[in-house]
């Protein structure tokens, strides 16, 4: 129920209800959502595409726009499914001699008609509900892969269990994405600080960077969510903070990892811009899991 409903129903102010709800939520007896509550255990809920593209639009469109200064000109990336990302997508067509991997149709869709991106996509299983492809084929055609960076949103993110998603399929093609990524990039509006799901995608230690939006003054959980995740390291943006200024880290913070250098006027395997299948980029990554055995090994120093 939304905030608004709630107030209504029990005849009150919402800024009451929202001091209630929080109450009720250290007690367990339901889960915060942004505007409102819904009955705890939600761990596997998930709204289908209608619903999360009219969630938090001003945000994501400022973190899209914050996350597409990260790349560069010439760049390989990977792009994953989500309402934030395709967001990041539209505005990543005017970045020339990029290479986006993606197993989503909307992040595609979005980039479809730009003239100097080549758009790659994985196989797999259409998911309707979030328009990716997920299943056996995608994670398969993401093997022997090797690009910079990914950008990657979900469901929920907490710094004990880093981004999380509901369903078990999405989840693991990200986890396929994150692998053949040497940094990660998440993106999560502040609805979805301190939010838990079902299914890890990308643990806290393996985030390199978040890109955010300024939390609420209310709002304390998504607060204390961006301290803790800066304390372990990861790297924060805040959109419309200090134009994106990052949240000060500990002194634990780990070291960056040199990313491979973007392919400037190259497109891998040959050939004219446009979609084509993440086979014939597999060929061309001989020594990539040793190069993701070296990229580890940094980062655990």
């Known amino acids: 129920m939304s905030l608004r409903e709630l107030a209504r129903v029990v005849q009150t102010s919402e800024v009451t209800v929202r001091r209630d709800v929080r109450a009720l939520e250290a007690e367990g007896l339901l889960d915060r959502r942004h505007?409102?509550?819904?009955?705890p255990?939600?761990?596997?809920?998930?709204?289908?595409?209608?619903?999360?593209?009219?969630?938090?639009?001003a945000e994501k469109t400022a973190i899209a726009d914050?996350?597409?200064?990260?790349?560069?000109?010439?760049?390989?990336?990977?792009?994953?499914?989500?309402t934030t990302t395709q967001e990041l997508a539209r505005r990543l067509a005017r970045v020339p001699g990029l290479t986006v991997v993606t197993n989503s149709l909307l992040v595609a869709q979005a980039l479809a008609h730009a003239n100097r991106v080549e758009v790659v996509m994985t196989g797999g299983t259409l998911r309707g509900s979030n328009y990716a492809l997920v299943g056996s084929g995608a994670e398969q055609s993401l093997q022997g892969l090797r690009v910079s960076r990914a950008f990657l949103s979900g469901s929920g993110?907490?710094?004990?269990?880093?981004?999380?998603?509901?369903?078990?399929?999405?989840?693991?093609?990200?986890?396929a994405l994150v692998q053949a990524a040497a940094e990660v990039v998440v993106l999560a509006d502040h609805t979805k600080l301190g939010t838990d799901t079902m299914f890890q995608t990308v643990p806290t230690d393996v985030i390199t960077r978040l890109v955010t939006d300024e939390p609420p003054g209310h709002d304390d959980r998504a607060a204390t969510e961006?301290?803790?995740?800066?304390?372990?390291?990861?790297?924060?943006?805040?959109?419309?903070?200090?134009?994106?200024?990052p949240v000060p880290a500990s002194s634990s913070r780990r070291r960056d990892v040199p990313l491979p250098g973007p392919r400037r006027g190259q497109?891998?395997?040959g050939g004219s811009p446009g979609l084509r299948t993440a086979g014939v980029l597999g060929d061309q990554a001989a020594g990539a899991e040793r190069e993701r055995a070296r990229v580890a090994d940094l980062r655990r120093r």
């Open 157 to 175: 993110l907490t710094a004990e269990r880093g981004l999380s998603t509901s369903n078990m399929l999405s989840a693991s093609v990200d986890r």
């Open 66 to 82: 914050l996350a597409a200064g990260f790349v560069e000109e010439g760049e390989a990336i990977v792009v994953g499914a989500g």
């Open 267 to 269: 497109v891998p395997g």
């Open 41 to 57: 255990g939600g761990f596997t809920r998930e709204s289908g595409f209608p619903q999360k593209s009219h969630l938090a639009t």
């Open 226 to 245: 961006l301290q803790a995740l800066a304390d372990q390291g990861v790297s924060i943006a805040v959109a419309g903070a200090s134009g994106g200024d």
């Open 35 to 39: 505007g409102g509550a819904v009955l």
